[in-house]
Every structure is written in structure tokens, then in C-alpha cells.
């Protein structure tokens, strides 16, 4: 008896796709490939990965447009080891254009405003971006900010209590 087992990542990416599918299919029309627009805004680990696994799972059924001001992902967990000089911040920067490859719409720019009753999704610059479905996945701004910044290596400095600690030269303050 050749069976085969059902993993937890299968049965959720099966779920998932069907979830997002048939919510999508009362936006399709005889015909058309196209069965709904998604808008995702903000492109860190959850938008990015929404944006990606939703034009796949799809099989490039579902529009989907990524709203992101940054051309690259900084990660924020991974940017610990620039502070303690074992990489560089490009060792812990991704560019979002890999996402090209999958259909993913990129748009950068931030955005001012949605109107949920009209399902749009107004732009920075002006713009604005219709949808069917809203993703809305923010990046961190306190940690994203001082990655762009530019932090240096640490340098050990001297906390009030005496002992020695890493610090990144620019946020050192005691």
C-alpha cells in the first residue's frame, strides 16, 4: 500500500489557495484569465510573501500589485548581526525585484489613504490603485529607519552599570 503523507504546509498551501480563489471567483468574467485584483501594502516578511504566494497558488489568476516606497527589504531580525559587525547591511538586503519573475506588480510609493467603501487605495503621488481584495502588511518603520540610516560597526561601549556592551556607534548614549 503506496501511500502518501499530507504535510502541514501542503494542506495549508491548498487551503489557502482555494480560500483566495473561490473569494476572488465572483470577480471573474466568462473568458478572462483574470479573477481579481489584490493590493498589498507594505512589502516586509508578510507582504512580500502574500504578494508572491498569491500570484502563484493562483497560477497568475489573481492581479497583484505590491505598494512599497523601498526598492529593497532590510531585514530587521538579520540586521543584529551588522550591528555586531559579523556582516555587512547588504548580506541583510534583498531586492524586491525578484518578485518580477512571479507576475507581481511592484508600485513604489506609499500610501495616503483607503477608501474601503469604493475599494481604492489612494497614493502618495496621487494615484490611485483599484482593488477587490486589500492586503495590509506594514513594515516596522522603527527598525527600517535606522538600517537605511546607515548604522556603523559597534563599538564596544560602557553601560551605566560598569560592563561592556556592543553598541552601534551612532545610537551609543552612555
Known sequence: ???RRITRRDALKAFSAGAVVSSLSA??????????????????????????????WSDGAVDVTLVEPSEAFISCPMSN???????????VTVS?????????????????????????????SGGMLPYDRLVVSPVSSSCMTGCRDGLQPAKQQSCTRGRRVL????????
Open 1 to 3: 500500500m503506496n501511500t
Open 27 to 56: 470577480c471573474a468574467t466568462m473568458g478572462q484569465k483574470n479573477i481579481g485584483r489584490v493590493v498589498v501594502v507594505g512589502a516586509g516578511y508578510g507582504g512580500a510573501t502574500a504578494a508572491k504566494y498569491l500570484r502563484l
Open 81 to 91: 548581526l551588522v550591528l555586531g559587525g559579523s556582516k555587512v547591511l547588504a548580506d
Open 96 to 124: 524586491y525585484s525578484g518578485l518580477d519573475k512571479h507576475g507581481v506588480k511592484r508600485v513604489r510609493d506609499t500610501v495616503s489613504a483607503i477608501d474601503v467603501d469604493k475599494k481604492q487605495v489612494r497614493l502618495a
Open 167 to 174: 553598541r552601534p556607534s551612532r545610537c551609543a548614549s552612555s
